[in-house]
């Protein structure tokens, strides 16, 4: 895929500058909040337009504008929740969009405007426009009683109900996608709309991975199968818990797994390869601006003469959703959107 590189590191290169220039023209058209913002929401409104700039640039770089779409959406019940008026909003990207008209060539704006113009559309439109991490997750009676327990504070409580079911007979994967993923989801959607502090998001998680700890020796059940995984998160991701699911789906099927975890540099990654000479390795990434890392990590593996070229690559998460065969675009040999098909694919792609 040839790739819009050159406005993409413009609109990257853009992201120290205009965030000051739209605050300055914002207290242009508005001088009573000129007077009225402190210096944090200053800071904040800077963050926010550098934010924006960066799924922007991230659409424009991989040719997917449903990736800035989808962020939109989701802004837009971001902010709503915190009682931000939309008209507010949507006069901040006419701004960006005023700027970036000015400064890009022509062509260029023939790419941004398209973009931008849906953006601005979305965010004033009455239509109730759900982002996938918003869309409600109807949670079973025992993922219910799970994150009742979590908000509450009683983390051994959640660990009992899950180590009653295992210790009962019911099989880890189910608890992994009746209880830890959508939970995972729910909290994201509270923390979304203001329900939850990042406090109870950050507890509800750490408690969450201290329980799928807990189920390590319910693993390794099934017949081994000879063959290495190695799953990985691209610089600068965060988000680990369904690269951790992923893997212990790999390993309760009989392959051997190596799971480096969120924020791994790409030379850390090749070196670790060239060691454990894995037949399949599965990058995760929840953040759409981290889409064109996965591909840096991807073309610099296959150029690699370290790794063997027989290896395969599967990437997955959230902007992989989203936007369809973006995982061909950037040179993965597979994308599955759930830790169970994560195997499937793998089995398939890796078969003698
Ligand atoms: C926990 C969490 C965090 C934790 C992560 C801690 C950790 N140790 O992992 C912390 C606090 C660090 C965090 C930070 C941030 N987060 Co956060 N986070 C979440 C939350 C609530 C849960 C993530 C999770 O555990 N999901 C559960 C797993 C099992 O699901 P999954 O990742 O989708 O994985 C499945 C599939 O996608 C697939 N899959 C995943 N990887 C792979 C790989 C391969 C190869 C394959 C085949 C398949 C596959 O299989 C998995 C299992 O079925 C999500 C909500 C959500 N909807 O996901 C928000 C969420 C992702 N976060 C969000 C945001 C905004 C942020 C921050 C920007 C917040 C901030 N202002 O700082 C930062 C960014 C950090 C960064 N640079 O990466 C937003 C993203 C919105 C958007 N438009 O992009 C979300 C959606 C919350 C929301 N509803 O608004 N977050």
């Known amino acids: 895929m040839k790739k819009n590189n050159a406005l993409n590191e413009k609109l990257v290169d853009l992201k120290s500058s205009l965030p000051a220039m739209i605050l300055a023209d914002h207290f242009i058209m508005r001088p009573d909040m000129a007077e009225r913002y402190t210096k944090h929401q200053k800071d904040n409104f800077q963050k926010d337009v550098a934010w924006i700039l960066s799924f922007l640039s991230e659409a424009v770089w991989a040719k997917q504008p449903v990736l800035f779409e989808e962020f939109i959406a989701w802004l837009k019940t971001f902010l709503s929740s ?3 008026p939309m008209k507010d909003v949507a006069e901040s990207i006419e701004l960006i969009q005023r700027r970036i008209n000015e400064i890009c060539t022509a062509e260029e704006n023939d790419i941004i405007n398209p973009i931008l113009s849906k953006a601005i559309r979305i965010i004033l439109s009455d239509e109730q426009i759900v982002s996938i991490p918003a869309m409600d ?20 409580s959640a660990l009992n109900l899950v180590l009653d079911k295992v210790k009962t007979g019911s099989h880890v994967k189910e608890m992994y996608l009746e209880i830890f993923q959508p939970v995972q989801y729910e909290i994201g959607r509270l923390w979304q709309t203001n329900k939850i502090s990042v406090a109870q998001e950050h507890y509800c998680t750490g408690a ?10 319910y693993l390794f059940t099934g017949v081994r199968k000879e063959r290495k995984m190695v799953t990985t998160c691209v610089s600068g991701e965060l988000h680990e818990m369904g690269a951790r699911m992923v893997t212990d789906f790999f390993e309760m099927q009989g392959w051997d797994t190596y799971y480096l975890g969120a924020n791994m540099p790409i030379e850390g990654v090749i070196n ?3 060691e454990t000479k894995p037949e399949c390795l599965a990058i995760s990434a929840t953040m759409t601006f981290h889409v064109s890392a996965v591909e840096e990590m991807i073309r610099m593996i296959k150029s690699s003469p370290a790794v063997s070229a027989d290896l395969k ?3 997955g998460g959230y902007p992989f959703k989203v936007a369809g065969g973006l995982w061909k675009n950037i040179g993965a040999d597979g994308y599955a959107p759930s830790a169970e098909e994560a195997v499937d694919l793998a089995d398939k792609l890796t078969a003698a």
């Open 82 to 84: 915190v009682r931000v």
């Open 313 to 315: 690559i599967i990437v």
């Open 208 to 217: 969450t991975q201290l329980v799928m700890s807990q189920l390590y020796p």
């Open 137 to 156: 997750n109807h949670l079973s009676p025992l993922a219910q009683e799970y994150l009742d327990n979590l908000l509450k504070g009683n983390r051994n």
């Open 272 to 274: 670790f390869l060239s």
